[in-house]
C-alpha cells in the first residue's frame, strides 16, 4: 500500500536537544496527523491539522501543515528521555464519508541519551 | 476521553488454529473500525475498513475468508485469523473512529499473535 515519505529515518540526541521531522507526500491531502509509538504499544495521536499552512502546539510539540498540502512538519523542543519512541505522520483525505483511510507514513526513530 | 481497548494483549497459537482478536471502544461510539497489522520496524499496513452493521471493506492483497471481521456494534469489533500459519505472527493493531469530538482515529493498544 501507499505510504509517506518521513525524514530522517532515524535521530539519536542529547536530552535538551530540538528535533524536527518531516513527511512529504506527492499527492494532497486534507487532513495530516501525528502519532507517537511506543515499544509493544498502539500509536497515540499527539497532533491533528485540518488547514493548509496551520501551526499547532501540544505542549512541547509543534506541527505545520505544509502549504502546498502535500507535506507536514513536527518540532519537539527540549527534549526528554521518554520523547523516545517511533513518530509517525498520517495523511487522510476528507471525502466526507465514514471510511476516510489514513497513509501512514515511513516512521522516525527518535532515541534520547540522558 | 477517546480509549480503545483490544483483547488479548499477546496470543500464542499452533499452526491452523483460528484466534479471535476484540477491539472495543470504551467511552465514546465507533462508527468505523480499522484493523491494521505491523511488522517489526515497518509502518502501520491497514487491512480493512468496517462500519457498523455492513460487511468490512478489505485492502487489496487481503483474504477476506481469512481474516474475518465483524463489526456489530458500535463498540465491538472483531477480527478473526482463520487457519493461522507462522507467516500470520505480526503486531495486529485497531483503531476507531467516531463523530464529532471523536472523529479521529484512536488506536487500541495492539495485539501480538505469534501462530507457531
Known amino acids: 500500500g501507499q505510504q509517506l515519505n518521513q525524514n530522517p529515518q532515524s535521530m539519536f540526541i542529547q536530552e535538551g536537544e530540538d528535533v524536527s521531522m518531516n513527511c512529504t507526500s506527492s499527492?494532497?491531502?486534507?487532513?495530516w496527523l501525528w502519532y507517537k509509538q511506543d515499544p509493544g504499544e498502539g500509536p497515540v495521536l499527539l497532533i491533528a491539522?485540518?488547514?493548509?499552512?496551520e501551526l499547532t502546539s501540544n505542549g512541547r510539540l509543534t506541527a505545520q501543515f505544509g502549504i502546498t498540502r502535500k507535506d507536514s512538519f513536527l518540532n519537539i523542543s527540549a527534549s526528554i528521555p521518554s520523547d523516545v519512541g517511533i513518530y509517525f505522520c498520517?495523511?487522510?483525505?476528507?471525502?466526507?464519508?465514514?471510511?476516510?483511510?489514513?497513509?501512514f507514513g515511513t516512521g522516525t526513530l527518535l532515541a534520547v541519551q540522558p | 476521553g477517546a480509549v480503545v481497548s483490544q483483547h488479548p494483549s499477546r496470543v500464542i497459537c499452533k499452526s491452523g488454529t483460528s484466534v479471535k482478536i476484540e477491539c472495543r471502544s470504551l467511552?465514546?461510539?465507533?462508527?468505523?473500525m480499522f484493523w491494521y497489522r505491523q511488522f517489526p520496524k515497518q509502518s502501520l499496513m491497514l487491512m480493512a475498513t468496517?462500519?457498523?452493521?455492513?460487511?468490512?471493506?478489505?485492502e487489496q492483497g487481503v483474504e477476506k475468508d481469512k481474516f474475518l471481521i465483524n463489526h456489530a456494534s458500535l463498540t465491538l469489533s472483531t477480527l478473526t485469523v482463520t487457519s493461522a500459519h507462522p507467516e500470520d505472527s505480526s503486531f495486529y493493531i485497531c483503531?476507531?473512529?467516531?463523530?464529532?469530538?471523536?472523529?479521529?482515529?484512536?488506536f487500541g493498544p495492539g495485539t501480538r499473535l505469534t501462530v507457531t
Open positions: 483503531s476507531a473512529r467516531g463523530q464529532g469530538y471523536f472523529y479521529e482515529q484512536y
Open positions: 499527492s494532497i491531502f486534507n487532513t
Open positions: 491539522l485540518y488547514k493548509a499552512g
Open positions: 498520517a495523511g487522510q483525505r476528507n471525502y466526507g464519508g465514514a471510511t476516510n483511510k489514513l497513509i
Open positions: 467511552d465514546f461510539q465507533a462508527t468505523t
Open positions: 468496517s462500519n457498523e452493521g455492513s460487511k468490512a471493506t478489505y
